[in-house]
């Protein structure tokens, strides 16, 4: 019992820090890149990822050791999450609506980008590939969108100040917000000792 | 010019996928850590595109507008496995080398940018012709970028040894930092020699231009389903007040 814990623990840390969905493993660049100029909307897409990924988790999980195991259709796993996170995604839009129109208000414009955000299918899959039981795959998820929402929410904290700094010309924009990910990618990259 | 042929020049050079529309970026900057890994990525993709695009164009009038989508999603998604367990069963070492950005061919915006500005529109044989350009111009993309950062971070091109034994590697550029820093050296020059890209919205102007502007890639569809689903409430107000 003791040893699983620890176990856990070592997935929550290499999932969010060592793995980083952004910095290492490239899933959600176009958030990442796109909606990453002020903190709020940062936030805002941080903790409507963390909410999707983590139910995303837990769903496809339960769909793949409970449906497609059992009836040997492993091979059905990538249309089968595509569709249970389209259709997951929609529904957690009527349901968060109806619940809470304060959490919709604040969510609200980022849950329809999330479908095609490839970090929720990515982590779906990982679960799979890594072998991981129901509650291993909910802490990889969420652990995944920690790391995916510190990102993010970093990168808005440096761009909102280089708003004021002097870049040169030809760096303005789309080069200089990447050179900013390789230099978070670097940092990023010291933990891989960690574990 | 052939309107064929037209099609192939437009994905190569024209709208090419990667350098121009800006598309793709995730299996772009994850996979080109080698030329032969960016043949294989692009070759994927060249396949499931050329197929979907190929479907969707030949089933496009039996395809109800309003649940385009799920359509979609079903069609590429087969595809992407088809591809896959052909990997699986001839291609082993490059089924590894990919991993989990094969499946992930799923989500990535140049398919479904395709399918949804082209072939839900155009005639079989024309769509055919698009996903052949727009998979060779992404081909041709990643092997470039693979080679790039493979001559810089291992010396070699192809596992062909290219540079003097005396030069050091920059590991750097093989790992998840380098990714990042060529697209960035390579947008900087898009820039500074004023060249077409949707990075600097010089490029051709399209729906599809990325640039970082999620609410234009293919999720689109499920921005519209949400104005929809908020502005219904203001309806329901409305017809309370002429109650």
């Known amino acids: 019992m003791n040893n699983y814990f620890v176990n856990l623990i070592i997935i929550l840390i290499s999932a969010a820090f060592i793995n980083n969905v952004i910095l290492s493993q490239f899933l959600g660049i176009c958030p990442f890149l796109g909606i990453s100029n002020k903190i709020k909307s940062a936030v805002g897409m941080g903790l409507a990822v963390m909410f999707v990924i983590t139910t995303a988790s837990i769903i496809c999980s339960l769909a793949f050791r409970y449906i497609l195991a059992p009836m040997n259709l492993q091979y059905l796993q990538t249309i089968v999450f595509i569709i249970v996170i389209a259709a997951l995604v929609q529904f957690v839009e009527m349901v968060v609506k109806k619940v809470s129109p304060a959490l919709y208000d604040a969510l609200g414009v980022y849950l329809p980008l999330i479908t095609t955000n490839c970090a929720v299918l990515g982590v779906a899959l990982l679960n799979v590939e890594k072998d991981f039981d129901l509650v291993e795959s909910i802490v990889n998820g969420f652990a995944s969108a920690l790391g995916f929402t510190v990102a993010i929410i970093l990168m808005a904290g440096i761009r909102e100040r280089m708003a004021y700094n002097d870049i040169p010309k030809v760096f303005k924009g789309f080069p200089i917000t990447l050179v900013t990910a390789t230099l978070m990618a670097m940092a990023f990259y010291g933990f891989s000792g960690l574990v | ?243």
């Open chain 2, 1 to 243: 010019m052939n309107k064929y042929l037209e099609r192939l020049v437009n994905g190569l050079f024209k709208e090419n996928p990667t350098f121009v529309l800006m598309l793709g970026m995730c299996p772009t900057l994850a996979v080109t850590v080698s030329a032969w890994n960016g043949v294989g990525m692009g070759l994927s993709t060249t396949a499931v595109l050329v197929a979907s695009n190929v479907i969707i164009a030949a089933l496009r009038r039996f395809i109800p507008n309003t649940v385009r989508m799920p359509y979609f999603i079903v069609v590429v998604a087969s595809m992407v496995t088809i591809v896959q367990l052909l990997l699986q069963a001839y291609f082993p070492s490059v089924s590894e080398a990919l991993g989990i950005y094969i499946p992930l061919i799923v989500v990535n915006c140049i398919i479904f940018g395709r399918v949804e500005a082209y072939a839900a529109k155009n005639k079989v044989g024309l769509s055919l012709f698009d996903g052949i350009g727009m998979g060779i111009g992404f081909t041709i993309a990643l092997i470039l970028i693979g080679s790039f950062r493979e001559l810089l971070g291992a010396g070699t091109i192809f596992n062909f040894r290219v540079m003097p034994s005396s030069y050091e590697p920059i590991e750097m550029f093989i790992k998840p930092p380098g990714a990042f820093l060529v697209l960035a050296m390579l947008t900087a020059l898009q820039n500074k020699f004023k060249l077409p890209s949707a990075t600097n919205g010089s490029g051709k102007k399209s729906a599809l231009t990325c640039g970082g502007d999620c609410a234009n890639c293919m999720g689109e569809a499920y921005a519209i389903n949400h104005e929809l689903n908020a502005e219904e409430p203001k309806i329901k107000k409305a017809v309370r007040k002429e109650d």
